[in-house]
């Protein structure tokens, strides 16, 4: 709930830009979305801090995603829980990666963040 009116305080100007009488078409869209794409590839492939960050998270993410999928079926009929406690362990988890990212602020005045990162 607080993300979703921190969310909503958000204001971003329209990036909708009409050619004059004219809509862009939906293949311009599109390859003005994969230009963008491309660009960002660039600029993270330019940069050894961004690349080590994206690289990183990206196996985070895979990780992630896979123990997301077998993580419900296991609390449920390996653990025996129902709905209720498999949110409360999400909620858990979610605190304590709140918890974690408010030691790693911490940490950064103390530790240099390459170390944490490598």
Same mark, same amino acid.
């Given at each position: 709930?607080?993300?979703?009116? #921190?969310? !909503?305080?958000?204001?971003?100007? %329209? %990036?909708?830009?009409?050619?004059?009488?004219?809509?862009? !078409?939906?293949?311009?869209?599109?390859?003005?979305? &994969?230009?963008?794409? &491309? $660009?960002?590839?660039?600029?993270?492939?330019? $940069?050894? #801090?961004? %690349?080590?960050?994206? #690289?990183?998270?990206?196996?985070? &993410?895979?990780?992630? /995603?896979?123990?997301?999928?077998?993580?419900?079926?296991?609390?449920?009929?390996?653990?025996?829980?129902? %709905?209720?406690?498999?949110? &409360?362990?999400? !909620?858990?988890? /979610?605190?304590?990666? #709140?918890?974690? /990212?408010?030691?790693?602020?911490?940490?950064?005045?103390?530790?240099?963040?390459?170390?944490?990162?490598?």
């Amino acid at each position: 709930m607080i993300s979703s009116v #921190l969310l !909503s305080l958000v204001a971003v100007k %329209s %990036s909708q830009q009409k050619q004059k009488g004219a809509e862009i !078409s939906l293949k311009q869209k599109w390859l003005e979305f &994969w230009g963008n794409w &491309w $660009n960002g590839l660039k600029v993270v492939g330019a $940069n050894q #801090l961004f %690349s080590t960050i994206f #690289l990183m998270f990206s196996f985070i &993410w895979l990780a992630q /995603g896979m123990i997301n999928v077998l993580f419900v079926p296991y609390v449920i009929n390996e653990m025996g829980q129902t %709905s209720v406690e498999f949110g &409360w362990i999400e !909620s858990v988890q /979610g605190i304590g990666g #709140l918890i974690g /990212g408010y030691l790693l602020l911490k940490l950064n005045k103390k530790i240099a963040p390459f170390p944490l990162i490598y």
